[in-house]
């Protein structure tokens, strides 16, 4: 009987902690939306709650990231928070990934709103060690306020490098 109460509880802690984050409040700020694009892609190695990511784009959202190629030359590529999901699922499973916002300029106006998001980022392997790496860049999202809450619509975003250090004004 004690297994099962305990059981219980534990399923009503889970049931709640899901509520919280899925809560139509966290979703009517745009300062608790990016909180939780943050939160939802931090920690230990193992699943995300890709449900709750995808959750935090409108049904037209577009990702991009711009990378040096093996060349040398910047190469830009788009896709959708389902391909990203899928693209990165097993990079997640199998490293731990902290990242954490450390500067934001926002402007809006109306229903839109544009945030320059610098973040810093912790790599490490799955026993939270192993090959660990640090890095910075900018996240540059654009948000839409529709059907009474915020949305991210596109996050186009880019790692700091030697040759592209962060700028003063963004926290650099």
Not at 82 to 96: H, K, L
Request: proline content about 3%; overall charge positive.
């Amino acid at each position: 009987m004690k297994h099962i109460r305990l059981f219980f509880i534990t399923v009503l802690f889970i049931v709640a902690e899901q509520s919280a984050c899925y809560s139509q409040k966290s979703l009517e700020n745009p300062d608790s939306l990016i909180h939780q694009f943050y939160k939802v892609l931090s920690g230990p190695a193992g699943e995300r709650n890709w449900e709750l990511y995808k959750s935090l784009f409108h049904e037209k959202a577009i990702l991009g990231a711009v990378r040096k190629d093996a060349q040398g030359h910047e190469t830009y590529s788009s896709f959708t928070p389902a391909e990203y999901t899928s693209r990165n699922g097993e990079f997640f499973r199998t490293n731990g990934f902290y990242v954490e916002q450390t500067h934001c300029i926002t402007e809006g106006f109306g229903n839109i709103m544009h945030l320059f998001s610098t973040y810093k980022f912790r790599l490490t392997g799955k026993d939270g060690v192993q090959g660990q790496q640090t890095g910075r860049g900018i996240n540059s999202f654009q948000l839409i306020y529709d059907a009474n809450r915020w949305w991210i619509i596109s996050i186009q975003y880019i790692n700091e490098r030697q040759d592209l250090p962060i700028p003063k004004q963004y926290g650099g």
